[in-house]
T-cell receptor
Framework: ETGVTQSPTHLIKTRGQQVTLRCSSQSGHNTVSWYQQALGQGPQFIFQYYREEENGRGNFPPRFSGLQFPNYSSELNVNALELDDSALYLC????????????FGPGTRLTVT | AQTVTQSQPEMSVQEAETVTLSCTYDTSESDYYLFWYKQPPSRQMILVIRQEAYKQQNATENRFSVNFQKAAKSFSLKISDSQLGDAAMYFCAYRSAIQSGGGADGLTFGKGTHLIIQP
């Protein structure tokens, strides 16, 4: 166990809806990254947050947005869901931008129908 | 942009034997980090081993070691004395040493190698 938790474990949404996924970082970790892992693929970097500010973003459209709270927990929001958004969403936390070891949560499996 | 390639979708090895997983990457940077992650069916990514590009010495963690060839941009993982608990997806990943607030700040993963351990 890494100490990083995610909720919910899985959920099903309809195309066009909005979804919020949550991540609780390991204690003391002020940096969180979110990844999208499609079936049979490696994870793809969505964005990262450092001390409540977005700091680094991959090639994902603006309908993917996030928040990081003062306790360093975070959310990933996806608007206008598309079928291709079906994937495992992983968050990973670490204790600073210059720290390279990051700890992953178990993921949220999102299915869009 | 950096890319990571894992050319072996699946590998199978007998318990107690040694297996090597391949990874190549493409980058124009000279300073970076390379990782091997394990993802068992529970889905939680676990860091197996890390290599800093500026270090010539290959990293080792117990039964896991790497063969880092910087000029060839190759980063293979050797698992010795394979155990049933080693069965999982293994991902090679790259991260730039320069944090610029862009897409390079995250990990770039390969597509993974599914490792099967035969009892």
């Amino acid at each position: 166990e890494t100490g990083v938790t995610q909720s919910p474990t899985h959920l099903i949404k309809t195309r066009g809806q909005q979804v919020t996924l949550r991540c609780s970082s390991q204690s003391g970790h002020n940096t969180v990254s979110w990844y999208q892992q499609a079936l049979g693929q490696g994870p793809q970097f969505i964005f990262q947050y450092y001390r409540e500010e977005e700091n680094g973003r991959g090639n994902f459209p603006p309908r993917f947005s996030g928040l990081q709270f003062p306790n360093y927990s975070s959310e990933l929001n996806v608007n206008a869901l598309e079928l291709d958004d079906s994937a495992l969403y992983l968050c990973a936390s670490r204790s600073g931008l210059l720290v390279h070891e990051q700890y992953f949560g178990p993921g949220t499996r999102l299915t869009v129908t | 942009a950096q890319t990571v390639t894992q050319s072996q979708p699946e590998m199978s090895v007998q318990e107690a034997e040694t297996v090597t997983l391949s990874c190549t990457y493409d980058t124009s940077e000279s300073d970076y980090y390379l990782f091997w992650y394990k993802q068992p069916p529970s889905r939680q990514m676990i860091l197996v081993i890390r290599q800093e590009a500026y270090k010539q010495q290959n990293a080792t963690e117990n039964r896991f070691s790497v063969n880092f060839q910087k000029a060839a941009k190759s980063f293979s993982l050797k698992i010795s004395d394979s155990q049933l608990g080693d069965a999982a997806m293994y991902f090679c990943a790259y991260r730039s040493a320069i944090q610029s607030g862009g897409g390079a700040d995250g990990l770039t993963f390969g597509k993974g190698t599914h490792l099967i351990i035969q009892p």
